[in-house]
Nanobody, 120 residues
Framework: QVQLVESGGGLVQAGGSLRLSCAAS????????MGWYRQAPGKQRELVAA???????NYADSVKGRFTISRDNAKNTVYLQMNSLKPEDTAVYYC??????????????WGQGTQVTVSS
């Protein structure tokens, strides 16, 4: 079994910063792409940022220049540094990872979600 455990959400004022972490554990052989998605009330889940195993990144236009995704392959962990937060960044943030398990099959895993609330 594989688990993704997120941490780092919370309440912050507009203009502030938060850092999200997501650690993968379990029967992992390797991890391919990792990413962060978010879902605001009444809206569809959307991609915020993603990073490949080699470190290539892509971002939603709405967060470019403010958010930075990174990963520590030795710790099976992905991070999302969020700066200059805006009220419209308020959402539940979900970690996602494409993980090859010890049986060599690849599966798509999701974290439980962490709430980020930005007050104006």
């Amino acid at each position: 079994q594989v688990q993704l455990v997120e941490s780092g959400g919370g309440l912050v004022q507009a203009g502030g910063s938060l850092r999200l972490s997501c650690a993968a554990s379990g029967s992992i052989f390797s991890i391919n792409a990792m990413g962060w998605y978010r879902q605001a009330p009444g809206k569809q889940r959307e991609l915020v940022a993603a990073i490949t195993s080699g470190g290539s990144t892509n971002y939603a236009d709405s967060v470019k220049g403010r958010f930075t995704i990174s990963r520590d392959n030795a710790k099976n962990t992905v991070y999302l540094q969020m700066n200059s937060l805006k009220p419209e960044d308020t959402a539940v943030y979900y970690c996602n990872a494409w993980i090859v398990v010890v049986t060599r099959y690849e599966y798509d895993y999701w974290g439980q979600g962490t709430q980020v609330t930005v007050s104006s």
